[in-house]
T-cell receptor
C-alpha cells in the first residue's frame, strides 16, 4: 500500500514551453500532497503544499505564477512549470500524506531538462 | 526556518560492518522519518517515529526518536552492497503553519565495499 506515481519520469523541453507533471496516489486518498525540487547532490526542498479543493500554499521564494499547482481530486495533483528556462532543470518529486497524515510517501520523481 | 543537521555527510564501509547516522535540530519535532533514496528515484520510507524515546526496527535497521524530540539516529547492522544510497532524515515540526510539512536533513551518502 501507499504507492505514489509520477508521470512523466523524464521530460526534455525547449526554453519557453510549459510542462505538466502528474502525481497520483494509487491506493489511498491524499487530502494533501507536496511538491519538492532536488538539485544534484542536494537535499529535497519543499516548493508547495497542495490541498485538494483549495489553493496551494507556496514556500518563500517559489513563484506561484510559474509553478502552477492543481489538486482537483483526492488522488491527483499536477504541477505545471510555465515558460520553463534552463535554470528550472531539476528533479521534481511529489509526496502524499498517508493515512492519519503523519507520514509522507514519495513518488519516483520527474527529471526535467530544459534546453 | 528550522534546520536539521545530519551527519556524517558520507560513509565508506566494508560489507558486514554496522552503520550509524544521526540528525539533530534546534527545534522540537513531532515526527521523525528516515528515508533512503537511490539515484534517479524518489525517497523510500524506511522507518517512521512518532513518540519521544520510541525505538523502532525494520529488519537490519533501527531508529530512535530522541527523548528531547530534537534528535534521531538510524543504525544499519551487517551492511550489504544494496544498502548503498543516500539516507535522509526528515522531521515534521510542531503545529502552526508548518503542520504536515517535512524538513529534510542534508543526507548521508553510504558506500559499501564488497
Amino acid at each position: 500500500g501507499a504507492v505514489v506515481s509520477q508521470h512523466p519520469s523524464r521530460v526534455i523541453c525547449k526554453s519557453g514551453t510549459s510542462v505538466k507533471i502528474e502525481c497520483r496516489s494509487l491506493d489511498f486518498q491524499a487530502t494533501t500532497m507536496f511538491w519538492y525540487r532536488q538539485f544534484p547532490k542536494q537535499s529535497l526542498m519543499l516548493m508547495a503544499t497542495s490541498n485538494e479543493g483549495s489553493k496551494a500554499t507556496y514556500e518563500q521564494g517559489v513563484e506561484k505564477d510559474k509553478f502552477l499547482i492543481n489538486h482537483a481530486s483526492l488522488t491527483l495533483s499536477t504541477l505545471t512549470v510555465t515558460s520553463a528556462h534552463p535554470e528550472d532543470s531539476s528533479f521534481y518529486i511529489c509526496s502524499a500524506d498517508g493515512t492519519g497524515g503523519d507520514t509522507q510517501y514519495f513518488g519516483p520523481g520527474t527529471r526535467l531538462t530544459v534546453l | 526556518g528550522q534546520q536539521l543537521n545530519q551527519s556524517p555527510q558520507s560513509m565508506f564501509i566494508q560489507e558486514g560492518e554496522d552503520v550509524s547516522m544521526n540528525c539533530t535540530s534546534s527545534s522540537i519535532f513531532n515526527t521523525w522519518l528516515w528515508y533512503k533514496q537511490d539515484p534517479g528515484e524518489g525517497p523510500v520510507l524506511l522507518i517512521a517515529l512518532y513518540k519521544a524515546g520510541e525505538l523502532t526496527s525494520n529488519g537490519r535497521l533501527t531508529a530512535q526518536f530522541g527523548i528531547t524530540r530534537k534528535d534521531s539516529f538510524l543504525n544499519i547492522s551487517a551492511s550489504i552492497p544494496s544498502d548503498v544510497g543516500i539516507y535522509f532524515c526528515a522531521g515534521e515540526p510542531t503545529g502552526g503553519t508548518s503542520y504536515g510539512k517535512l524538513t529534510f536533513g542534508q543526507g548521508t551518502i553510504l558506500t559499501v565495499h564488497p
